[in-house]
């Protein structure tokens, strides 16, 4: 089973349109994270939530708004998509929200292509 | 999160050991030191962590300098499924899982 699963894995839209990436995780973790790779393969944090409140919101804009039903699932709606959001976006969980043992499980990404 | 700093990139040979550098000079006294991978078109895997003293796991190796400046990740033999980009990031206990990501090292594995 895998343990933080993305759907899609690739998605492909136009400029202006509205899509949603979904987040599922099987491992009773507390945390949840959208992370997002640009072109250059930076990773960069976006959220965070832990049981179910978000914790950390990084300087994203307002288009992309994170929800999250329940612990075991974040999702990421993004409004009005633009040529800059295409990259890849990766979701994480971990047992805890700070410390400096916690270890990050991430999925496998999606690719956001918008044309 | 203090800053660290790693080769843009390193070739092997599979089966030799391989030691990946990372310096961070500025890593305060609570920092922990943690490595994490990205193989091609996965998302990054948590490989090992240390603090003072050198670890060791199923995946790797951490050495650590004395003055923790500086450590090193150690494949001690390689495969070519060990191709990936590595990356050395200092968490605090504040950070929240803010891990923050640098450009990181790509490491090739000839067969």
């Known amino acids: 089973d895998t343990a933080v699963s993305q759907t899609p894995k690739y998605l492909v839209t136009q400029m202006g349109n509205d899509k949603s990436i979904k987040c599922e995780q099987n491992?009773?973790?507390?945390?949840m994270y959208w992370y997002k790779q640009d072109s250059k393969k930076f990773l960069k944090i976006m959220f965070s939530?832990?049981?179910?409140?978000?914790?950390i919101n990084e300087t994203v804009p307002n288009r992309f708004s994170p929800k999250s039903p329940d612990k075991a699932h974040l999702n990421l709606h993004i409004n009005s998509l633009e040529l800059g959001d295409s990259a890849v976006y990766f979701c994480?969980?971990?047992?805890?929200?700070?410390?400096?043992?916690?270890?990050?499980?991430f999925g496998s990404g999606t690719q956001l292509s918008v044309l | 999160d203090a800053k660290t700093t790693q080769p843009n990139s390193m070739e092997s040979n599979e089966e030799e050991p391989v030691h990946l550098p990372c310096n961070h000079s500025t890593i305060s006294g609570t920092d922990y030191i943690h490595w994490y991978r990205q193989l091609p078109s996965q998302g990054p895997e948590y490989v090992i962590h240390g603090l003072t003293s050198n670890v060791n796991n199923r995946m790797a190796s951490l050495a650590i300098a004395e003055d923790r400046k500086s450590s090193t990740l150690i494949l001690h033999r390689a495969t070519l499924r060990d191709a990936a980009v590595y990356y050395c990031i200092l968490r605090s206990g504040t950070s929240y899982g803010k891990l923050t990501f640098g450009q990181g090292t790509i490491l090739t594995v000839h067969p």
């Open positions: 994480a969980s971990s047992p805890e929200s700070r410390g400096p043992n916690e270890k990050l499980f």
């Open positions: 939530y832990n049981n179910k409140e978000l914790i």
């Open positions: 491992l009773g973790h507390d945390t």
